[in-house]
């Protein structure tokens, strides 16, 4: 139970830490932690449940994604304000420490396993806010496609 108030705290933390090196606006600071603890625990329930690394940390970049879209909207502010600092629990910097880590050691088939992984978590993250990003998007009237279809 501690392990998971100290990740709470430490996933809110590093978020608003990350915001005010970032110049957020003060307004905004408090939403971007808690945006980004909301996406730790989703991809810690995914980890803990179901031992999906790569989905876990999908679906936590999709609800960082969609909040950031959402709090953006409410604040009138733009989404990067939000999205930057929020996504940062998710990055996977221990598994490009331990990539190096294993390359180092010259155990290259624990260094290609944990890179091959990291890879996918990035991919995913990148995946996953792109998807957050244009369900958002407004749709724009084609005029020249409606004709199209008359």
Do not use: C
């Not at 625990?41 to 679906?59: D, M, P």
């Amino acid at each position: 139970m501690y392990d998971l108030i100290y990740e709470i705290l430490f996933s809110y933390f590093a978020t608003i830490f990350f915001a005010y090196i970032f110049n957020a606006p003060k307004k905004s600071i408090f939403i971007t932690g808690l945006i980004g603890t909301i996406g730790w625990l989703v991809y810690i329930y995914f980890f803990n449940i179901h031992q999906a690394i790569v989905l876990g940390s999908f679906v936590g970049a999709l609800v960082v994604g969609l909040l950031s879209e959402f709090f953006a909207r409410q604040f009138k502010m733009p989404v990067t304000i939000f999205l930057t600092s929020g996504i940062i629990p998710l990055v996977p910097g221990t598994g490009l420490y331990y990539t190096m880590f294993e390359l180092v050691q010259n155990n290259y088939a624990a260094a290609v396993s944990k890179g091959v992984e990291t890879i996918f978590i990035a991919g995913s993250i990148a995946v996953a806010i792109a998807i957050s990003s244009s369900l958002f998007k407004k749709k724009k009237k084609n005029i020249a496609a409606k004709s199209l279809w008359r």
